[in-house]
């Protein structure tokens, strides 16, 4: 299963690499935005929009709503993956 993570462009780092900072839940990564621009959205374009972030390269864009979901989703999958490990830890949860 690929997962790709939400994450805002915050500023292009290397143009001639086509490289960006992205924020993704307050921690920054510098990504490839080589699959998201074209001559119709330029790299400089990129600033303040929102992409999937996945091993290092921004995939896709998306808008704002569905990063605040997907975000949301991730949040909670892992409040359900911590209680699970203390369930387990304890040996209430299934082995």
Same mark, same amino acid.
Request: glycine residues 8%; hydrophobic residues 45%.
């Given at each position: ?59 896709s864009?998306?808008?704002?709503? *569905?990063?605040? /979901?997907? $975000?949301?989703?991730?949040? =909670?999958l #892992? *409040?359900?993956? /911590?209680? $699970?490990?203390?369930?387990? =830890?304890? #040996?209430?949860?299934?082995?």
């Amino acid at each position: 299963m690929c997962l790709g993570i939400p994450g805002q462009v915050i500023e292009i780092t290397n143009a001639e690499q086509q490289l960006a900072m992205v924020d993704v839940s307050g921690v920054r990564r510098e990504v490839s935005m080589e699959c998201v621009v074209d001559e119709y959205f330029p790299l400089q374009a990129c600033v303040g929009h929102w992409v999937l972030v996945h091993v290092g390269f921004a995939m896709s864009l998306i808008n704002e709503d *569905e990063a605040a /979901a997907t $975000l949301k989703i991730l949040r =909670e999958l #892992g *409040e359900v993956q /911590a209680e $699970l490990a203390a369930m387990q =830890e304890s #040996g209430a949860g299934p082995d």
